[in-house]
Each structure stands twice: as C-alpha cells, then as structure tokens.
C-alpha cells in the first residue's frame, strides 16, 4: 500500500483543522457579548426567562426596571489563549445576582447549566464557517 499522490495536501487541511477551535474563540466571545448585553437590556437571562421585578425598596432608592440594566456594560465574553470562552460581569454586584441572597432575587446572570440554545447555535455556526474557511484554503 503506497502514499496518496494527494497526502499532502489532506496533511495540510488536517493542521488547519487543527487550529479550528482555538480560532473560534474570538469570534464566539464577539458575538455572546453582543447577545449577553443585549439580555441585559431586555432584563432576560440566558435562557430568555424574566428576570425577577424589581422590589419596591429598590424602586424607592430609584432603581428602573428592568432589573440589571446597567450591568449591560460590565458584561462580555473574553477568548481564552488556548479553547473556550471566559464569561465576565466586572462589577461587584453580579455574583450575589447569580445565586441569589436572602434579600435578592436570584437573577441569573451568566448560564449556569446547560449553554441556551442561542449561544450554542452561536458557536456552532462560527465553528461550521470557519471549517469550511479552512478546508478551501
């Protein structure tokens, strides 16, 4: 059995697969962060529930619903050096959100489970697209 005329070629699609995942971060983590802002805006998790209204205490010191508005800013995706996503809310606030406390709603600020089924097609379309980039080249 001998080497394929075409093996280099196959070697060579082969190392740009390769590169394929680690590629997809900066893509994906531009886009979630569009999509986690926009959320924050809408006052819906991940997931597109609801978050919980705002009490009345919160709306006496000012607060506007929808509740964690402002976080919209605070919030991104970051790529990580080598595969994957880091999810990110810089402000001091959002963890008590996430889990909730004995005075406030749990308003889930990241996905805590299962990735929603809006940022999985997210990185299943970038991971298809630059597949397909890759394999032309």
């Known amino acids: 059995m001998g080497t394929p005329r075409n093996f280099g070629q196959f070697a060579q699609?082969?190392?740009a697969l390769a590169?394929?995942?680690s590629a997809t971060a900066a893509p994906v983590a531009a886009a979630?962060?569009?999509?986690?802002?926009?959320?924050?805006?809408?006052?819906?998790?991940a997931y597109g529930r609801a978050y919980a209204p705002l009490t009345a205490g919160s709306l006496?010191?000012?607060?506007r619903a929808p509740a964690l508005r402002k976080y919209a800013k605070f919030a991104s995706v970051k790529p990580l050096?080598?595969?994957?996503?880091?999810?990110?809310?810089?402000?001091?606030?959002?963890?008590?959100?996430q889990t909730g406390t004995q005075f406030m709603a749990k308003r889930i600020v990241v996905?805590?489970?299962a990735l929603p089924a809006e940022w999985r097609r997210i990185v299943?379309?970038?991971?298809?697209r630059?597949?397909?980039a890759r394999m032309a080249a």
């Open 124 to 128: 299943e379309r970038e991971f298809k």
């Open 19 to 21: 590169k394929v995942p």
């Open 13 to 15: 699609a082969l190392r």
């Open 130 to 132: 630059l597949v397909k």
């Open 81 to 97: 050096p080598s595969v994957g996503v880091a999810f990110v809310v810089e402000h001091p606030q959002a963890g008590f959100h």
């Open 111 to 113: 996905p805590d489970g």
């Open 32 to 45: 979630l962060t569009r999509v986690m802002r926009k959320n924050f805006r809408s006052g819906v998790d």
């Open 60 to 63: 006496a010191r000012g607060r």
